[in-house]
């Protein structure tokens, strides 16, 4: 101390830099070289700046240049930000035990040349810069033991993800960084709880200088201060001084200060400040976000990382700074890649025990069009690559995992992948995109090394890929399953694409359809599509494509696509079916239903034809036919029959040639040869011959030859056919086998024996006849005979002769055969003919031949000479016929005529010889006309139609005779003179008149006059006159009237009576005479539109007295014509000559006042008169009414109601006269916010000019609202009157429900339900006091749709008020969460729902200790082996309510062993008992193992007791576990225990399966029979008959009776028409609206008594009253009710005042209270209140009379109310009456201001029933549901997999027993 100038009496302490006391005891601490300070208080502050030395190891070089070769091995990447991240690596483990914030800061002043590094950690001390100066003096080789013991203290416990901050490691990575970055660094820093900062400078420049000095390079000062001093600092070192002020608010800190800035990455550093800020955030995105990264929802983010703050500055002059906090950067890559990740894989593996790697797989699937796995922005491509686009999709050719280390990502590791999720050679469920798609991360502890720059692991994917290396996989909160790894990832996969990825669009909807063939529940529906769009590439129906991942490929043509779904039009999906039918059709020919992803999307169509052509030619195609032994049988062959048909060989051959016996493909068919040989006859194919023949291994297919089956003559095919053995069939995939025909024919062979031939007899003598003679082969078949054949033919009796012989095929016709002979009678004679042929062996045929007499050849006439005959006798003659033998003969249609020659008229005779061969020829006489001597006539006899016998002629004299022959007429003419009258001719004459003195003659035929006698007189016939007098025509004839008209003709016929048939004829026209009248017609229409020229024309014929027309008339004469009427303008008419008769008369046109229908028209010409009548219509359209419909006052309805009365639109005239004008297009403009349904349409008038467009239902806001008819017509548009329709409040219709309910309650499980009152409420916000309590329900249903919970339905309490319901005794599920309540008001089909309330349920008190996943009974040892000590490797212990809900609390579970009396094991843990910390009502434990050595009994069961600190109630949990001492009993007990907990797992399973089943049995029984009990106690609330048994039947009845509510309801009643009141809570409505009255005549009375006040606003409150006035200028009339004076309102029960003066008596009139007839809809109370003081006592009688009666007798006693009759008078209260003012007007003139009537009764009546049957429906259904639900449950509890799996739980416990029971013997 004299030597540190100390006086003794002067108090001193040392201490090192540190400030830690020097004394003897820690002294050996002190080292060589350590600085020392004296000082007189530990804590002393520094009064001057210490330089400390300090000293590293050598060569400079290995610091300065170390970064160089470090960074500048970068993978082609700028290394800057990596640099940046060993300086942030120092700084976060700095920071890693702050409680607060932990604030890293990277500052860039690069204009001044300065980077600072700032962290607000824990400091270093002067020996700790020391050590971080020295080259690779990692955290385990430094001297402070004790600081490290420190650090790996204060490492948090089982870190997520690794995430410890423990990445300071190597003494290396800082130092390489800064030299990399610049040329100089300044380290100051001040550690937590010291007062001295602590500064070491190192630069490339003190080390250049050093070494030229040769001075210790590797030495240097630490300069120890106290804060924000900075007096060392030079000039322009300004920003260095700001920091260093900075400290003073510090209490620990680490500053790193950079200058001599590399130039090279000024650039880089500016220009890309973004980028490398982005991957500064991806290398520490763990650390900055917590383990579940930069998730979308920040709440979820681990609260233990958000307080790193880490933030770069870069400062620019004349700029603003820019900042970047590196947890705001959301576009880096893990970030990209958790946020369009659908789904996670978290798995966990095990290195060596100790070396623990903790993993995650994202999916990104595809959506839509596109993949949306991320782009990694930094990506390097290799040279390769540049050219050549990637051909996999999604990550390319990346590999899939980052790697991080210890939370820090290493940026130049990736691994590829593992063979448990690498994507296999082939595809097998899922397609090998998807492999593609996966992004994964990687944390591994500090057990696997990493370079000292942390950019490479050494040995990472070794390790993991090595066999031992134990994975599983993570669910839940950290909880481990040991499974397959493999398989659990290809699950995990395989519902990724089928749940996210969205791959594949259907597009081109064609329908829906169900597949009968698949299982009930994938029966459908199916969407149907006929194409799909897929990785670019467009699939259409019709389409070949290939399927793979089948055994064979299968190839067909797409017929559709298949989608699982109710699916309508374009979507997106995973996959689906393709149906196509399977190709070659002519192998296959059947429809293929297989997935999607089967198809191979990657073939070429050429690929598939090629396929497809190559298989079908292997198919047969053709046959290959051979004739070995000759006698081929060639196409179209002609053979004889008999011939023989020699051995076939046939061969089978396929496209390819090669010779085949079987089908090709897995089935091998076998071919079969199937010979026919087939005779094609008249009657149908014959099959002659039939052989079928197999393939044998030496022979071919083969037939042997026929002998003689071919002898029918015709066409034969001789076919070769392949057929399939097995069916027959000639056919295989509807394509036919090949086959080879021949078509041949067979032809006769020579002639060898004959037939006689059918021939028809009997023959005639001398007539030619054939024979035919048929010949044949030696086969029987026709054969042609040959020339040279002569047969002989004879016969006894006969002469024959044959003079040819013709051949017919087959036949010799024997022709011109004549035989003569003799044949006495005409019926025949028999004889029998030999036929022989010279040359044929056979004996003669002989045959029977009839033969008759022969044909006529000889005609005999008697007399044959001429003889006399008298005029008018007939001539006779005798004939006979016979044939050439002179043998009678006869033959039918034979007949013998005479034709007489040598006058006119002369008769025919003939004689029918047809039945013998004589007679007799004669007929009618001979009569010559006008004979004036004897005349000579010929007669020629001759047979008809047999010319080969001569006529004969035979001459007659014929002498004249008396008869009358001929008749003359004659009448007399205007002189008196007979005039004749030629036959036929025509006679005129006047039309009426008659012609006179008609006169006749009569001659013979010699021309003498016959003497007209009375005899002859009776002969003479006329047909003019029906009755003549017989003396009358003696020489003269009758008159002969001409007709009357002069279209008529008369016939005159004059005849004689006798043979003679002589008469006479001639015809009697008249002509028109004088005009005698006129006769109007009308050319078209009658009617005349009003307005307008009469557009058909009038028609003006002159008749004389008959009515014939003249049609010829003298110039002139339209002078004499003219036309007269009233309102008729003469002077517009037009007169003309008709075109063919008469006179035309157009222009006819009335005056505009005439009046409508029927006016006469007077026609006058030469006197004569006629009239006619023409009907006057409306004119043309010109404007539009509407018939009952009034536009002055509006009609008032209900929202959604009926208007009164159909809107009928009439078309009127421009007088509004209605026009009856059809087809006018009509149609209706109406406000935009009036609804009207149906939509009106525009539609066309009918022939009344009414366009009817119904009746509209309405619907709307409240107000009035306009409608107007407009007509087209043309291009002119007619608007017709406004109709206004005021839409009011329904007070009758639900529209909205009001829940009201104490919002501060609280939701525990299975708590109670606070008090919901639910208001319905009417659109006018009334009460809607007939709602029904069985319409509204309360439904509770879980927020979370995945919930596995039944959604809640209540119903409100019986006791509720009317339209106010309460629902009290509800109560909450047992399950917790967020509750949705929502209530439902169903009335018909109307429906209103509630806002929906959300309240959270939370669980109930803490109960007990449950396992997540059961752990089965685990078996222990205390050996060495770390497996056999394991008592738990995972287990999560849940803290759950008495319902089984997570409870969220944290707490500490305390774990013990207990069991057995003293020796107890003892778990491998610091303390005991072990505490496991529970956070959010969740405890993961870690591996748990036994002491090494134990103590514990061999074979003695243990409890591992698992207690929640400080909660006495919660109930613990045991975990039973064995313990052995010997390994293998403890092996053998694990695995008889694992078999045991899967029994008992598997029991578990089957028993709560049928106790789940039976209890839904109990449950539908129990709902069964309640909804049979409702349903009968509605039919007899109903009194329904049994017939009613049907849902149908309800319907209808509900149809029926709701039909008859809707037409009570739109029933045409009174409506007010005053607009509605002002919406408003504090607006009662005008008291118009306030109250409905149902008499019409008292409503019209007490209307007209309140007219003053109907339109009165009623407002609760005199601040709303004033609101209204203001708003309408004062103009609207407001009462207040706050503003009434109560006291004196009358008792609305006060009797009448008879009443209380005379109680027994009985007034006439009826007398009632005004008040009481009144009904209120809504706010009773309000309205008695309103009208009390309105009305007061106002009394109703009958009459007036009435009234003034009542009113005597009252005012006897005391003071009489006003007093108002049903038939509208009023009688003040002062007595006074009648005059106007005291007589109500009618009803339609109070402008819509008068009370509406009230809904008929019948309305809630019917409402009622419709209630009750709408329940008894529902009831009915759930019955039916009820009961189809039990027979199901009844069915499926006795299917066979119901039956095997009670056979198997039998088989399971009687397993579970043995095992027991040999447990307890090893137990033993």
Same mark, same amino acid.
């Given at each position: 101390?004299?030597?540190?100038? #100390?006086?003794?009496?002067?108090?001193?302490?040392?201490?090192?830099?540190?400030?830690?006391?020097?004394?003897?005891?820690?002294?050996?601490?002190?080292?060589?070289?350590?600085?020392?300070?004296?000082?007189?208080?530990?804590?002393?502050?520094?009064?001057?700046?210490?330089?400390?030395?300090?000293?590293?190891?050598?060569?400079?070089?290995? &610091?300065?240049?170390?970064?160089?070769?470090?960074?500048?091995?970068?993978?082609?990447?700028?290394?800057?930000?990596?640099?940046?991240?060993?300086?942030?690596?120092?700084?976060?483990?700095?920071?890693?035990?702050?409680?607060?914030?932990?604030?890293?800061?990277?500052?860039?002043?690069?204009?001044?040349?300065? !980077?600072?590094?700032?962290?607000?950690?824990?400091?270093?001390?002067?020996?700790?810069?020391?050590?971080?100066?020295?080259?690779?003096?990692?955290?385990?080789?430094?001297?402070?033991?004790?600081?490290?013991?420190?650090?790996?203290?204060?490492?948090?416990?089982?870190?997520?993800?690794?995430?410890?901050?423990? #990445?300071?490691?190597?003494?290396?990575?800082?130092? %390489?960084?800064?030299?990399?970055?610049?040329?100089?660094?300044?380290?100051?820093?001040?550690?937590?709880?010291?007062?001295?900062? +602590?500064?070491?400078?190192?630069?490339?420049?003190?080390?250049?200088?050093?070494?030229?000095?040769?001075?210790?390079?590797?030495?240097?000062?630490?300069?120890?201060?106290?804060?924000?001093?900075?007096?060392?600092?030079?000039?322009?070192?300004?920003? $260095?001084?700001?920091?260093?002020?900075?400290?003073?608010?510090?209490?620990?800190?680490?500053?790193?200060?950079?200058?001599?800035?590399?130039?090279?990455?000024?650039?880089?550093?500016?220009?890309?400040?973004?980028?490398?800020?982005?991957?500064?955030?991806?290398?520490?995105?763990?650390?900055?976000?917590?383990?579940?990264?930069?998730?979308?929802?920040?709440?979820?983010?681990?609260?233990?990382?958000?307080?790193?703050?880490?933030?770069?500055?870069?400062?620019?002059?004349?700029?603003?700074?820019?900042?970047?906090?590196?947890?705001?950067?959301?576009?880096?890559?893990?970030?990209?890649? !958790?946020?369009?990740?659908?789904?996670?894989?978290?798995?966990?593996?095990?290195?060596?025990?100790?070396?623990?790697?903790?993993?995650?797989?994202?999916?990104?699937?595809?959506?839509?069009?596109?993949?949306?796995?991320?782009?990694?922005?930094?990506?390097?491509?290799?040279?390769?690559?540049?050219?050549?686009?990637?051909?996999?999709?999604?990550?390319?050719?990346?590999?899939?995992?980052?790697?991080?280390?210890?939370?820090?990502?290493?940026?130049?590791?990736?691994?590829?992948?593992?063979?448990?999720?690498?994507?296999?050679?082939?595809?097998?469920?899922?397609?090998?995109?998807?492999?593609?798609?996966?992004?994964?991360?990687?944390?591994?502890?500090?057990?696997?090394?990493?370079?000292?720059?942390?950019?490479?692991?050494?040995?990472?994917?070794?390790?993991?890929?090595?066999?031992?290396?134990?994975?599983?996989?993570?669910?839940?909160?950290?909880?481990?399953?040991?499974?397959?790894?493999?398989?659990?990832?290809?699950?995990?996969?395989?519902?990724? =694409?089928?749940?996210?990825?969205?791959?594949?669009?259907?597009?081109? *909807?064609?329908?829906?359809?169900?597949?009968?063939?698949?299982?009930? =529940?994938?029966?459908?529906?199916?969407?149907?599509?006929?194409?799909?769009?897929?990785?670019?590439?467009?699939?259409?129906?019709?389409?070949?494509?290939?399927?793979?991942?089948?055994?064979?490929?299968?190839?067909?043509?797409?017929?559709?696509?298949?989608? *699982?779904?109710? +699916?309508?039009?374009?979507?997106?999906?995973?996959?689906?079916?393709?149906?196509?039918?399977?190709?070659?059709?002519?192998?296959?020919?059947?429809?293929?239903?297989?997935?999607?992803?089967?198809?191979?999307?990657?073939?070429?169509?050429?690929?598939?034809?090629?396929?497809?052509?190559?298989?079908?030619?292997?198919?047969?195609?053709?046959? !290959?036919?051979?004739?070995?032994?000759?006698?081929?049988?060639?196409?179209?062959?002609?053979?004889?029959?008999?011939?023989?048909?020699?051995?076939?060989?046939?061969?089978?051959?396929?496209?390819?040639?090669?010779?085949?016996?079987?089908?090709?493909?897995?089935?091998?068919?076998?071919?079969?040869?199937?010979?026919?040989?087939?005779? +094609?006859?008249?009657?149908?194919?014959?099959?002659?011959?039939?052989?079928?023949?197999?393939?044998?291994?030496?022979?071919?297919?083969?037939?042997?030859?026929?002998?003689?089956?071919?002898?029918?003559?015709?066409?034969?095919?001789?076919?070769?056919?392949?057929?399939?053995?097995?069916?027959?069939?000639?056919?295989? @995939?509807?394509?036919?086998?090949?086959?080879?025909?021949?078509?041949?024919?067979?032809?006769?062979?020579?002639?060898?024996?004959?037939?006689?031939?059918? *021939?028809?007899?009997?023959?005639?003598?001398?007539?030619?006849?054939?024979?035919?003679?048929?010949?044949?082969?030696?086969?029987?078949?026709?054969?042609?005979?040959?020339?040279?054949?002569?047969?002989?033919?004879?016969?006894?009796?006969?002469? /024959?002769?044959?003079?040819?012989?013709?051949?017919?095929?087959? %036949?010799?016709?024997?022709?011109?055969?004549?035989?003569?002979?003799?044949?006495?009678?005409?019926?025949?004679?028999?004889?029998?003919?030999? &036929?022989?042929?010279?040359?044929?062996?056979?004996?003669?045929?002989?045959?029977?031949?009839?033969?008759?007499?022969?044909?006529?050849?000889?005609?005999?006439?008697?007399?044959?000479?001429?003889?006399?005959?008298?005029?008018?006798?007939?001539?006779?003659?005798?004939?006979?016929?016979?044939?050439?033998?002179?043998?009678?003969?006869?033959?039918?249609?034979?007949?013998?005529?005479?034709?007489?020659?040598?006058?006119?008229?002369?008769?025919?005779?003939?004689?029918?010889?047809?039945?013998?061969?004589?007679?007799?020829?004669?007929?009618?006489?001979?009569?010559?006309?006008?004979?004036?001597?004897?005349?000579?006539?010929?007669?020629?006899?001759?047979?008809?139609?047999?010319?080969? #016998?001569?006529?004969?002629?035979?001459?007659?004299?014929?002498?004249?005779?008396?008869?009358?022959?001929?008749?003359?007429?004659?009448?007399?003419?205007?002189?008196?003179?007979?005039?004749?009258?030629?036959?036929?001719?025509?006679?005129?004459?006047?039309?009426?008149?008659?012609?006179?003195?008609?006169?006749?003659?009569?001659?013979?035929?010699?021309?003498?006059? /016959?003497?007209?006698?009375?005899?002859?007189?009776?002969?003479?016939?006329?047909?003019?006159?029906?009755?003549?007098?017989?003396?009358?025509?003696?020489?003269?004839?009758?008159?002969?009237?001409?007709?009357?008209?002069?279209?008529?003709?008369?016939?005159?016929?004059?005849?004689?009576?006798?043979?003679?048939?002589?008469?006479?004829?001639?015809?009697?026209?008249?002509?028109?005479?004088?005009?005698?009248?006129?006769?109007?017609?009308?050319?078209?229409?009658?009617?005349?539109?009003?307005?307008?020229?009469?557009?058909?024309? /009038?028609?003006?014929?002159?008749?004389?007295?008959?009515?014939?027309?003249?049609?010829?008339?003298?110039?002139?004469?339209?002078?004499?014509?003219?036309?007269?009427?009233?309102?008729?303008?003469?002077?517009?008419?037009?007169?003309?000559?008709?075109? %063919?008769?008469?006179?035309?008369?157009?222009?006819?046109?009335?005056?505009?006042?005439?009046?409508?229908?029927? =006016?006469?028209?007077?026609?006058?010409?030469?006197?004569?008169?006629?009239?006619?009548?023409?009907?006057?219509?409306?004119?043309?359209?010109?404007?539009?009414?509407?018939?009952?419909?009034?536009?002055?006052?509006?009609?008032?309805?209900?929202?959604?109601?009926?208007?009164?009365?159909?809107?009928?639109?009439?078309?009127?005239?421009?007088?509004?006269?209605?026009? +009856?004008?059809?087809?006018?297009?009509?149609?209706?403009?109406?406000?935009?916010?009036?609804?009207?349904?149906?939509?009106?349409?525009?539609?066309?008038?009918?022939?009344?000019?009414?366009?009817?467009?119904?009746?509209?239902?309405?619907?709307?806001?409240?107000?009035?609202?306009?409608?107007?008819?407009?007509?087209?017509?043309?291009?002119?548009?007619?608007?017709?009157?406004?109709?206004?329709?005021?839409?009011?409040?329904?007070?009758?219709?639900? =529209?909205?429900?009001?829940?009201?309910?104490?919002?501060?309650?609280?939701?525990?499980?299975?708590?109670?339900?606070?008090?919901?009152?639910?208001?319905?409420?009417?659109?006018?916000?009334?009460?809607?006091?007939?709602?029904?309590?069985?319409?509204?329900?309360?439904?509770?249903?879980?927020?979370?749709?995945?919930?596995?919970?039944?959604?809640?339905?209540?119903?409100?309490?019986?006791?509720?008020?009317?339209?106010?319901?309460?629902?009290?005794?509800?109560?909450?599920?047992?399950?917790?969460?967020?509750?949705?309540?929502?209530?439902?008001?169903?009335?018909?089909?109307?429906?209103?729902?509630?806002?929906?309330?959300?309240?959270?349920?939370?669980?109930?008190?803490?109960?007990?200790?449950?396992?997540?996943?059961?752990?089965?009974?685990?078996?222990?040892?205390?050996?060495?082996?770390?497996?056999?000590?394991?008592?738990?490797?995972?287990?999560?212990?849940?803290?759950?309510?008495?319902?089984?809900?997570?409870?969220?609390?944290?707490?500490?579970?305390?774990?013990?062993?207990?069991?057995?009396?003293?020796?107890?094991?003892?778990?491998?843990?610091?303390?005991?008992?072990?505490?496991?910390?529970?956070?959010?009502?969740?405890?993961?434990?870690?591996?748990?193992?036994?002491?090494?050595?134990?103590?514990?009994?061999?074979?003695?069961?243990?409890? $591992?007791?698992?207690?929640?600190?400080?909660?006495?109630?919660?109930?613990?949990?045991?975990?039973?576990?064995?313990?052995?001492?010997?390994?293998?009993?403890?092996?053998?007990?694990?695995?008889?225990?694992?078999?045991?907990?899967?029994?008992?797992? @598997?029991?578990?399973?089957?028993?709560?399966?049928?106790?789940?089943?039976?209890?839904?049995?109990?449950?539908?029984?129990?709902?069964?029979?309640?909804?049979?009990?409702?349903?009968?106690?509605?039919?007899?609330?109903?009194?329904?008959?049994?017939?009613?048994?049907?849902?149908?039947?309800?319907?209808?009845?509900?149809?029926?009776?709701?039909?008859?509510?809707?037409?009570?309801?739109?029933?045409?009643?009174?409506?007010?028409?005053?607009?509605?009141?002002?919406?408003?809570?504090?607006?009662?409505?005008?008291?118009?609206?306030?109250?409905?009255?149902?008499?019409?005549?008292?409503?019209?009375?007490?209307?007209?008594?309140?007219?003053?006040?109907?339109?009165?606003?009623?407002?609760?409150?005199?601040?709303?009253?004033?609101?209204?006035?203001?708003?309408?200028?004062?103009?609207?009339?407001?009462?207040?009710?706050?503003?009434?004076?109560?006291?004196?309102?009358?008792?609305?029960?006060?009797?009448?005042?008879?009443?209380?003066?005379?109680?027994?008596?009985?007034?006439?009139?009826?007398?009632?209270?005004?008040?009481?007839?009144?009904?209120?809809?809504?706010?009773?109370?309000?309205?008695?209140?309103?009208?009390?003081?309105?009305?007061?006592?106002?009394?109703?009688?009958?009459?007036?009379?009435?009234?003034?009666?009542?009113?005597?007798? #009252?005012?006897?006693?005391?003071?009489?109310?006003?007093?108002?009759?049903?038939?509208?008078?009023?009688?003040?209260?002062?007595?006074?009456?009648?005059?106007?003012?005291?007589?109500?007007?009618?009803?339609?003139?109070?402008?819509?201001?008068?009370?509406?009537?009230?809904?008929?009764?019948?309305?809630?009546?019917?409402?009622?029933?419709?209630?009750?049957?709408?329940?008894?429906?529902?009831?009915?259904?759930?019955?039916?549901?009820?009961?189809?639900?039990?027979?199901?449950?009844?069915?499926?509890?006795?299917?066979?997999?119901?039956?095997?799996?009670?056979?198997?739980?039998?088989?399971?416990?009687?397993?579970?027993?043995?095992?027991?029971?040999?447990?307890?013997?090893?137990?033993?």
């Amino acid at each position: 101390s004299q030597d540190l100038g #100390i006086a003794k009496e002067e108090d001193f302490v040392l201490t090192s830099t540190t400030r830690e006391e020097v004394t003897a005891a820690s002294l050996s601490n002190v080292e060589d070289g350590d600085t020392l300070y004296v000082l007189q208080d530990k804590n002393q502050e520094l009064s001057a700046q210490v330089r400390e030395r300090v000293s590293f190891l050598p060569h400079y070089d290995t &610091i300065v240049k170390g970064g160089m070769y470090e960074y500048y091995a970068s993978e082609g990447q700028n290394p800057l930000p990596y640099a940046f991240a060993e300086l942030i690596d120092n700084a976060l483990a700095a920071v890693s035990d702050n409680k607060t914030s932990r604030k890293i800061e990277i500052r860039l002043h690069l204009d001044d040349n300065y !980077i600072f590094v700032l962290d607000n950690g824990r400091g270093m001390s002067s020996r700790q810069l020391n050590n971080w100066a020295v080259y690779r003096l990692s955290k385990f080789i430094r001297k402070e033991k004790k600081a490290l013991e420190e650090e790996i203290e204060r490492l948090p416990f089982n870190a997520p993800r690794s995430l410890n901050s423990d #990445i300071s490691y190597f003494g290396v990575g800082g130092k %390489q960084a800064v030299f990399f970055i610049g040329s100089s660094t300044r380290m100051i820093t001040r550690p937590k709880g010291h007062q001295d900062v +602590h500064e070491l400078t190192i630069s490339k420049d003190q080390f250049e200088e050093k070494e030229k000095n040769r001075e210790a390079i590797y030495s240097g000062f630490i300069r120890n201060r106290k804060a924000a001093d900075a007096c060392h600092t030079n000039e322009g070192e300004e920003l $260095l001084r700001d920091v260093i002020l900075e400290e003073k608010d510090k209490d620990c800190f680490t500053t790193v200060v950079i200058t001599g800035i590399n130039p090279t990455h000024i650039p880089y550093l500016k220009g890309n400040f973004n980028a490398w800020t982005t991957q500064l955030a991806h290398i520490y995105h763990f650390y900055l976000h917590g383990p579940n990264g930069n998730v979308a929802n920040e709440s979820e983010r681990s609260k233990f990382f958000k307080n790193i703050d880490i933030s770069v500055k870069l400062c620019v002059r004349g700029r603003e700074p820019q900042v970047m906090h590196l947890r705001d950067v959301v576009n880096d890559m893990q970030t990209r890649c !958790i946020r369009t990740a659908a789904s996670a894989f978290e798995f966990k593996a095990t290195v060596e025990g100790t070396g623990i790697v903790e993993g995650v797989l994202r999916y990104h699937p595809f959506l839509y069009d596109k993949e949306t796995f991320p782009h990694d922005p930094f990506e390097i491509k290799e040279e390769d690559q540049e050219e050549t686009s990637d051909t996999r999709p999604a990550r390319g050719r990346r590999p899939i995992f980052e790697c991080y280390w210890n939370g820090r990502l290493i940026p130049y590791t990736c691994i590829e992948d593992f063979d448990w999720c690498a994507a296999p050679k082939k595809a097998k469920h899922v397609p090998l995109e998807c492999f593609n798609r996966v992004s994964g991360v990687l944390w591994t502890n500090d057990k696997f090394q990493v370079s000292t720059n942390k950019l490479t692991f050494m040995d990472l994917e070794m390790r993991l890929k090595d066999k031992n290396t134990a994975y599983c996989r993570v669910i839940g909160k950290n909880q481990e399953k040991r499974t397959d790894i493999g398989k659990e990832f290809s699950s995990w996969l395989a519902e990724c =694409h089928e749940k996210h990825d969205k791959q594949i669009r259907f597009s081109h *909807f064609t329908g829906s359809t169900l597949r009968p063939d698949l299982p009930k =529940h994938r029966m459908g529906p199916w969407a149907t599509y006929s194409q799909i769009e897929w990785d670019q590439k467009v699939y259409k129906k019709g389409q070949l494509v290939r399927i793979t991942k089948t055994l064979p490929y299968i190839y067909g043509q797409i017929q559709k696509f298949l989608l *699982f779904g109710p +699916h309508t039009g374009e979507v997106y999906a995973t996959g689906g079916e393709v149906q196509l039918l399977q190709e070659p059709r002519s192998l296959y020919d059947e429809i293929r239903t297989v997935p999607l992803s089967k198809m191979d999307r990657t073939i070429s169509l050429s690929a598939i034809k090629k396929f497809i052509e190559d298989e079908e030619a292997k198919l047969p195609d053709c046959l !290959i036919v051979s004739w070995p032994e000759g006698d081929e049988i060639k196409p179209n062959q002609k053979r004889q029959a008999g011939q023989a048909v020699g051995d076939i060989k046939v061969e089978i051959a396929n496209r390819r040639g090669e010779v085949i016996s079987k089908l090709p493909g897995s089935r091998q068919s076998k071919l079969l040869m199937e010979l026919k040989v087939i005779w +094609h006859g008249n009657n149908g194919d014959e099959v002659i011959v039939q052989h079928i023949s197999q393939h044998g291994k030496t022979w071919p297919y083969w037939f042997r030859r026929m002998e003689g089956n071919i002898k029918h003559l015709g066409s034969y095919s001789l076919t070769l056919q392949t057929v399939l053995n097995e069916s027959g069939a000639n056919s295989f @995939a509807g394509e036919q086998l090949p086959k080879h025909k021949i078509n041949f024919s067979v032809i006769e062979g020579a002639a060898k024996k004959f037939t006689i031939g059918s *021939f028809e007899g009997p023959f005639k003598i001398g007539t030619p006849f054939a024979i035919p003679l048929e010949f044949q082969d030696a086969c029987g078949n026709h054969a042609k005979p040959t020339p040279d054949l002569k047969p002989i033919l004879e016969a006894p009796g006969l002469d /024959i002769t044959v003079k040819d012989y013709t051949i017919r095929g087959s %036949q010799l016709l024997l022709k011109d055969i004549v035989a003569v002979g003799s044949v006495p009678t005409n019926s025949g004679k028999t004889f029998n003919v030999s &036929i022989r042929i010279p040359d044929f062996d056979e004996k003669p045929r002989n045959v029977k031949i009839r033969l008759l007499p022969g044909p006529p050849f000889k005609l005999t006439v008697k007399p044959d000479e001429e003889f006399e005959l008298e005029n008018g006798s007939p001539a006779k003659f005798d004939v006979e016929i016979s044939d050439e033998a002179g043998n009678p003969t006869m033959q039918p249609r034979l007949a013998v005529t005479c034709k007489f020659t040598g006058a006119s008229g002369l008769p025919g005779y003939t004689v029918d010889c047809a039945t013998s061969s004589r007679g007799v020829l004669t007929g009618a006489p001979i009569l010559i006309k006008k004979m004036s001597g004897p005349v000579k006539i010929s007669a020629k006899i001759e047979v008809t139609g047999v010319k080969t #016998i001569a006529p004969q002629q035979v001459g007659i004299t014929v002498k004249p005779s008396s008869r009358a022959a001929n008749i003359e007429v004659h009448y007399k003419g205007n002189d008196g003179e007979l005039i004749p009258i030629t036959a036929g001719e025509e006679l005129e004459g006047a039309c009426g008149d008659s012609i006179t003195g008609i006169v006749y003659s009569v001659f013979d035929e010699a021309g003498r006059p /016959i003497e007209i006698d009375d005899a002859f007189t009776s002969k003479v016939k006329v047909n003019w006159t029906p009755r003549v007098p017989k003396d009358s025509l003696r020489g003269k004839l009758p008159d002969v009237k001409i007709p009357n008209l002069v279209t008529e003709c008369k016939y005159c016929h004059v005849g004689i009576a006798d043979s003679s048939g002589i008469s006479f004829e001639f015809s009697v026209r008249g002509v028109v005479g004088e005009p005698d009248s006129l006769k109007c017609s009308i050319s078209g229409s009658d009617e005349l539109q009003l307005g307008q020229k009469f557009e058909s024309d /009038i028609l003006v014929n002159v008749l004389d007295k008959h009515g014939n027309e003249i049609k010829k008339f003298e110039k002139g004469v339209l002078e004499d014509l003219s036309i007269s009427g009233e309102g008729l303008i003469e002077a517009e008419t037009v007169r003309m000559l008709g075109k %063919q008769s008469g006179f035309n008369i157009n222009g006819i046109e009335f005056e505009k006042g005439v009046s409508m229908g029927s =006016h006469e028209l007077c026609i006058q010409w030469r006197g004569l008169k006629s009239y006619i009548r023409v009907e006057v219509v409306a004119g043309p359209p010109s404007s539009l009414t509407l018939p009952d419909w009034d536009s002055k006052l509006p009609v008032t309805v209900y929202n959604e109601s009926k208007l009164p009365q159909s809107m009928i639109v009439q078309l009127c005239d421009e007088f509004g006269n209605p026009s +009856h004008t059809s087809k006018v297009k009509v149609q209706l403009a109406k406000d935009s916010g009036l609804k009207l349904s149906p939509a009106p349409q525009a539609i066309r008038s009918d022939e009344e000019g009414q366009a009817d467009f119904g009746i509209f239902t309405v619907s709307g806001k409240r107000g009035v609202y306009e409608i107007q008819p407009k007509a087209l017509i043309g291009r002119q548009t007619i608007s017709g009157p406004k109709v206004r329709v005021s839409i009011q409040a329904d007070p009758n219709r639900a =529209h909205c429900l009001q829940v009201e309910y104490d919002k501060s309650s609280s939701y525990v499980v299975n708590g109670p339900l606070p008090d919901f009152t639910v208001k319905v409420m009417t659109e006018d916000e009334s009460l809607l006091t007939t709602a029904k309590g069985t319409s509204l329900t309360m439904r509770l249903s879980r927020a979370d749709a995945s919930a596995k919970s039944k959604n809640i339905q209540m119903t409100p309490d019986k006791k509720s008020s009317p339209g106010i319901f309460h629902f009290t005794s509800g109560r909450l599920p047992e399950m917790s969460g967020t509750l949705l309540i929502q209530f439902l008001f169903k009335e018909g089909k109307q429906e209103i729902l509630s806002k929906q309330i959300v309240v959270t349920v939370q669980p109930g008190c803490a109960k007990e200790l449950l396992p997540m996943e059961e752990p089965g009974m685990p078996t222990v040892s205390n050996t060495k082996s770390v497996s056999s000590r394991t008592l738990i490797d995972h287990l999560v212990l849940e803290l759950r309510d008495s319902f089984g809900n997570t409870i969220d609390m944290d707490g500490q579970i305390s774990v013990t062993v207990e069991g057995g009396q003293k020796e107890v094991p003892q778990l491998e843990a610091d303390d005991t008992p072990l505490l496991i910390p529970m956070t959010g009502g969740r405890a993961t434990f870690p591996s748990l193992l036994m002491e090494e050595n134990t103590a514990g009994k061999d074979g003695q069961e243990y409890h $591992l007791h698992c207690v929640l600190e400080d909660s006495p109630n919660v109930l613990p949990y045991d975990l039973a576990f064995l313990f052995y001492n010997d390994v293998k009993k403890q092996s053998q007990m694990a695995a008889l225990s694992k078999e045991r907990d899967a029994l008992l797992a @598997a029991i578990k399973t089957y028993r709560s399966l049928f106790e789940t089943s039976s209890q839904l049995v109990k449950e539908l029984r129990m709902s069964l029979q309640e909804a049979d009990q409702e349903e009968s106690r509605l039919r007899r609330e109903l009194k329904l008959s049994a017939s009613v048994n049907t849902v149908a039947n309800v319907n209808m009845m509900i149809s029926n009776k709701t039909r008859e509510k809707d037409q009570a309801v739109a029933q045409r009643r009174r409506m007010c028409g005053l607009p509605p009141a002002p919406k408003d809570s504090l607006v009662l409505g005008k008291i118009a609206h306030l109250a409905q009255v149902k008499d019409d005549s008292i409503a019209r009375v007490l209307s007209w008594h309140m007219s003053a006040d109907m339109d009165c606003v009623v407002t609760l409150t005199t601040k709303k009253a004033q609101e209204i006035y203001k708003e309408s200028v004062g103009k609207q009339q407001v009462l207040p009710l706050d503003s009434i004076y109560r006291k004196n309102l009358p008792d609305w029960n006060k009797p009448l005042p008879h009443q209380r003066l005379k109680p027994n008596s009985t007034p006439k009139g009826n007398p009632v209270y005004a008040r009481n007839l009144l009904v209120f809809p809504r706010d009773t109370e309000h309205c008695q209140v309103v009208f009390g003081m309105l009305l007061g006592d106002t009394i109703i009688l009958d009459t007036l009379e009435e009234a003034n009666l009542y009113r005597q007798d #009252i005012v006897k006693h005391t003071h009489c109310p006003t007093i108002l009759t049903r038939q509208g008078d009023r009688v003040r209260s002062n007595g006074k009456f009648g005059g106007l003012m005291n007589r109500a007007l009618p009803i339609e003139k109070l402008r819509g201001a008068v009370f509406s009537a009230p809904l008929p009764s019948t309305v809630q009546t019917l409402a009622f029933e419709i209630d009750l049957l709408q329940n008894l429906k529902s009831g009915m259904q759930k019955t039916q549901v009820a009961m189809e639900e039990l027979d199901e449950q009844l069915a499926a509890q006795d299917t066979p997999e119901m039956k095997a799996k009670h056979k198997e739980l039998k088989e399971a416990e009687a397993q579970l027993a043995d095992l027991e029971k040999r447990l307890g013997e090893a137990f033993c």
